[in-house]
T-cell receptor, first 115, second 114 residues
């Protein structure tokens, strides 16, 4: 158990819909990262938040957005869903104190199926 | 910018045999390197990390990896495969400071034959 929690575990929805994925980082971790894992694209970085502020953006579509709340949990919002958005979405967190070398701890993922 | 190439998307080994998974990286700055394992229907678990303190890094479950700057490689090995090692393994690189995104290789799926 990494200490990172994600809900829901599975999500099935229809094209055009909007969903929200939730992540709680490990206790004390200030950084949250979102990744998408799909068969054709592999593991891709989407976005990073640090202590409530957006820190870095990767290959995140404009239909997708995220935020990190004061209690440090994060939500990834996916809208106007398409079949190609079906994937496993991972959240990760990393420690930020001295001695950290950027290792990230991953949650169990949310499997999104768009029908 | 960073990139990672994992040679071989599938590797088959016999139980008790050497496991060797290859990873080559590209980085414009001194890298931090990681190996993660993903068991079926689970998240990614950190196996080991290279932090520039030592070129030979020992991780969990008997795995180790050697950083070779001249070859830009970070290959993962385990002397004796166990059935429980069947999983997908990912090599990842981040820029040489904490708090950076991970760039992953394509993954290598390991099958262990009895």
């Amino acid at each position: 158990d990494s200490g990172v929690t994600q809900t829901p575990k599975h999500l099935i929805t229809a094209t055009g819909q909007r969903v929200t994925l939730r992540c709680s980082p490990r206790s004390g971790d200030l950084s949250v990262y979102w990744y998408q894992q799909s068969l054709d694209q592999g593991l891709q970085f989407l976005i990073q938040y640090y202590n409530g502020e957006e820190r870095a953006k990767g290959n995140i579509l404009e239909r997708f957005s995220a935020q990190q709340f004061p209690d440090l949990h994060s939500e990834l919002n996916l809208s106007s869903l398409e079949l190609g958005d079906s994937a496993l979405y991972f959240c990760a967190s990393s420690p930020s104190g001295s001695g950290s070398v950027g290792e990230q701890y991953f949650g169990p993922g949310t499997r999104l199926t768009v029908t | 910018a960073q990139s990672v190439t994992q040679l071989g998307s599938h590797v088959s080994v016999s139980e008790g045999a050497l496991v060797l998974l290859r990873c080559n990286y590209s980085s414009s700055v001194p890298p931090y390197l990681f190996w993660y394992v993903q068991y079926p229907n689970q998240g990614l678990q950190l196996l080991l990390k290279y932090t520039s303190a030592a070129t030979l890094v020992k991780g969990i479950n008997g795995f180790e990896a050697e950083f070779k700057k001249s070859e830009t490689s970070f290959h993962l090995t385990k002397p004796s495969a166990h059935m429980s090692d069947a999983a997908e393994y990912f090599c990842a690189v981040s820029a040489g400071t904490a708090g950076n995104k991970l760039t992953f290789g394509g993954g290598t799926r390991v099958l262990v034959k009895p």
